[in-house]
T-cell receptor, first 108, second 114 residues
Framework: GQQVMQIPQYQHVQEGEDFTTYCNSSTTLSNIQWYKQRPGGHPVFLIQLVKSGEVKKQKRLTFQFGEAKKNSSLHITATQTTDVGTYFCAGSDYKLSFGAGTTVTVRA | GAGVSQSPSNKVTEKGKDVELRCDPISGHTALYWYRQSLGQGLEFLIYFQGNSAPDKSGLPSDRFSAERTGGSVSTLTIQRTQQEDSAVYLC????????????FGQGTRLTVV
């Protein structure tokens, strides 16, 4: 079955720095979704990528879908304390399969 | 309703007891998912419903776990003879279609087995 893997598992970032988290699938994905879960909260949808090579931006967040539609990345620039949380990617064939997530902490 | 509603929000039960967790999805959403999240861990897929049918039950950890969905709406996750390792947050999510649209999560039920 489809497996989605995320790296790194933990990301400790100095406020103001940039970082990237990666998502890799064992199979080609029809689309990929990204979610953010704040500490103590539930996952909240951020974005969906559908097309090969697609790039979407949300303010300081840049999402990319690989050409082969088997990997994706999330790049955050100028990290802020509000970026704290766990970022999950989710691949879908007929169900949403979540990666293990990247937990982000920020040093002020 | 305005969002996905789960009840109870917290449940403490004694080992060996049965528990029922309820999920009320967003009206009109045909797809419904149950996930389990242990402390500091990712989202473990349990079961997926499309309408009232469950095409994928592969994530249910054992035969103590079962789920049903009636009227294409409310879903109940039942855990029989609970064990301490069942302690986790159980999250329900729904979406308009099976895969092409965003999933909306409920606040979860925190289950503690003592």
């Amino acid at each position: 079955g489809q497996q989605v893997m995320q790296i790194p598992q933990y990301q400790h970032v100095q406020e103001g720095e940039d970082f990237t988290t990666y998502c890799n699938s064992s199979t080609t994905l029809s689309n990929i979704q990204w979610y953010k879960q704040r500490p103590g909260g539930h996952p909240v949808f951020l974005i969906q990528l559908v097309k090969s090579g697609e790039v979407k931006k949300q303010k300081r967040l840049t999402f990319q879908f690989g050409e082969a539609k088997k990997n994706s990345s999330l790049h955050i620039t100028a990290t802020q304390t509000t970026d704290v949380g766990t970022y999950f990617c989710a691949g879908s064939d007929y169900k949403l399969s979540f990666g293990a997530g990247t937990t982000v902490t920020v040093r002020a | 309703g305005a969002g996905v509603s789960q009840s109870p929000s917290n449940k403490v039960t004694e080992k060996g007891k049965d528990v029922e967790l309820r999920c009320d999805p967003i009206s009109g959403h045909t797809a419904l998912y149950w996930y389990r999240q242990s402390l500091g861990q990712g989202l473990e897929f349990l079961i997926y419903f499309q309408g009232n049918s469950a095409p994928d039950k592969s994530g249910l950890p054992s035969d103590r776990f079962s789920a049903e969905r009636t009227g294409g709406s409310v879903s109940t996750l039942t855990i029989q003879r609970t064990q301490q390792e069942d302690s986790a947050v159980y999250l329900c999510a729904s979406s308009f279609m099976d895969r092409a649209t965003e999933a909306f999560f409920g606040q979860g039920t925190r289950l503690t087995v003592v």
